[in-house]
C-alpha cells in the first residue's frame, strides 16, 4: 500500500483525501479477513458483496430508525 500512497499525492491527492482513501482501504481488508476471502480470492461477485455490505451498514447510520 506504500507505494498507492506516495501514487496519491503526484496526482494531487490532498492529505486528508489520502488519509480517508487509506481508511477505505482499511475497512475492505478487514471485510475480507472477516469474510475469510484473501485478496488473490477477491473477484467482481465480492466487491459487489462488499458494497452491499457498506450501503447496507451506511443506512443503518444514517437512517436509525
Known sequence: MD???EFLPGI???ASSIKQHVRYI?????WLIKKSISEEQCNYPELIHFIDD???YYVSRTNPN
Open 3 to 5: 507505494g498507492y500512497i
Open 12 to 14: 494531487g491527492y490532498s
Open 26 to 30: 482499511e475497512v475492505f481488508q478487514s
Open 54 to 56: 457498506a450501503m447496507i
